[in-house]
């Protein structure tokens, strides 16, 4: 009888696998559980073949680009960088590099330096607190599930979403990080993003449409829309609007790993308060850099290096790659290409 369950179970595996020579694997059955880590008989295009995720972490991986793990970061860092944040908008450091955003509604108001006026900081790679984040070990644990034992940290934010003033400009369009990065392949790139407090519908939590990770980098733009939009805040201009949405409801710590070609963006934060989150795209040192030139990228490489101008004054003969590897930082291993 034992047999003949563990065969009925092969079975429902085999029946699930992808591979177009599943029928000829060869079942040997054992009384011995068969361990998830030991045992890939499918073929992962997403995920790095390690003991870190279990296989159905994996699998969930693979078919919907997207995985939570919860109460990841411990309170006491988040408590670190949420103290960190603040002494930054209220200038007490100036990390060299680092950006300071304001929400286009409040963008040219006049305003004493506070978190009630700064709505992102990006590219704090320089700050060494805040830098923690991108070095955890319980963050590159599961970085490497996607990237490989070589890990460069590309991109930096924390996010400090403010409530809505009526415009929703709060809100972030629905896109593809990939749009923004120039290097390659996407399989190897992954974002980090965790949650500083509760985060859920109302202060505009992250929305996801599982398995577009499997699409193609769509064109992007500004979207059309009334009452403003952000700075670098583009969108995909054609998507399928059938497709099914997942809002991630998440608790302070919690951690979400998602894949660069997941559409994703977030709502308006209709609360009171300001939702904050710290993340970070993290890449395998072997990815290599493109040239977007005549692709659907050109419009951000523009504007990209239109504000790398304005900041830093920085002209002449730089393209995006240039950038990318001012701002990419080695945090595990050996750096290859980035």
Known sequence: MDAECAASRLRVVLGHLRRPSAATVVAHLTSEAISPASFHP?????????????????????????????????????????????????????????????????????????????????????????????????????????????????????????????????????????????????????????????IDRNNGCLVVLPGTHKGTLKPHDYPQWEGGVNIMFHGIQDYDRNNARVHLVMEKGDTVFFHPLLIHGSGQNRTQGFRKAISCHFAGA???????????????????????????GIKGDVSMKDIWQFRGRLVKGQRINL
């Open 42 to 198: 499918e073929q992962f295009q997403y995920t790095q073949d390690n003991n870190v995720l279990s296989l159905e972490q994996r699998r969930f991986y693979e078919e919907n680009g997207f995985l939570v793990i919860r109460n990841l970061v411990s309170e006491a860092n988040i408590e670190r960088f949420r103290n960190e944040f603040e002494r930054i908008c209220r200038k007490e450091v100036k990390p060299p590099g680092i950006q300071l955003m304001r929400d286009v509604t409040i963008a040219k108001s006049e305003h004493n330096p506070s978190e009630k006026v700064i709505t992102k900081v990006q590219d704090f790679q320089e700050d060494e607190e805040l830098f923690r984040y991108c070095t955890l070990p319980e963050i590159l644990k599961y970085v490497q599930c996607f990237t490989g034992p070589n890990i460069m940290a590309m991109h930096t934010m924390l996010i400090n979403k403010p409530p809505d003033t009526g415009k929703k400009t709060s809100r972030h369009p629905l896109h593809q990080d990939l749009h923004y990065f120039p290097f390659r392949p996407s399989n190897n790139i992954v974002c980090a993003w965790t949650a500083m407090e509760h």
């Open 286 to 312: 072997n990815c290599q850099y493109i040239d977007v030139k005549g692709t659907s990228q050109e419009n951000i490489e523009k504007e990209i290096l239109s504000l790398a101008d304005r900041l830093y």
